[in-house]
Nanobody, 119 residues
Framework: QVQLVESGGGVVQAGGSLRLSCAAS????????MAWYRQAPGKQRELVAG???????NYADSVKGRFTISRDDAKTTVYLQMNSLKPEDTAVYLC?????????????WGQGTQVTVSS
């Protein structure tokens, strides 16, 4: 079992940046997939970015070139650097982990952190 706690959300103007953190309750070294998802009001949850143990990454087309996912296994933390934020990036961002591939179901989820981008 792994508990995940997100932090770093807030209100930012369009064009600004935020860095989200996801702290795990134990080592994530043997967790193949760590990922960030987001859910906006009235919309389905969507995968934003994922990263494997080996450092391979996968991004939603809407955030490519603007967001960067990284993991620090020693610190048991996953990060999401978000640059050039747009109002449409407004959502609750959730950290998740587990599963063999990016398409697999995630085993553990955090509670989420709100990101609001004002125009």
């Amino acid at each position: 079992q792994v508990q995940l706690v997100e932090s770093g959300g807030g209100v930012v103007q369009a064009g600004g940046s935020l860095r989200l953190s996801c702290a795990a309750s134990r080592s994530i070294f043997n967790i193949n997939i760590m990922a960030w998802y987001r859910q906006a009001p009235g919309k389905q949850r969507e995968l934003v970015a994922g990263i494997t143990r080996g450092g391979s990454t996968n991004y939603a087309d809407s955030v490519k070139g603007r967001f960067t996912i990284s993991r620090d296994d020693a610190k048991t933390t996953v990060y999401l650097q978000m640059n050039s934020l747009k109002p449409e990036d407004t959502a609750v961002y959730l950290c998740a982990g587990g599963g063999l591939t990016i398409q697999s179901a995630r085993l553990w989820w955090g509670q989420g952190t709100q990101v609001t981008v004002s125009s």
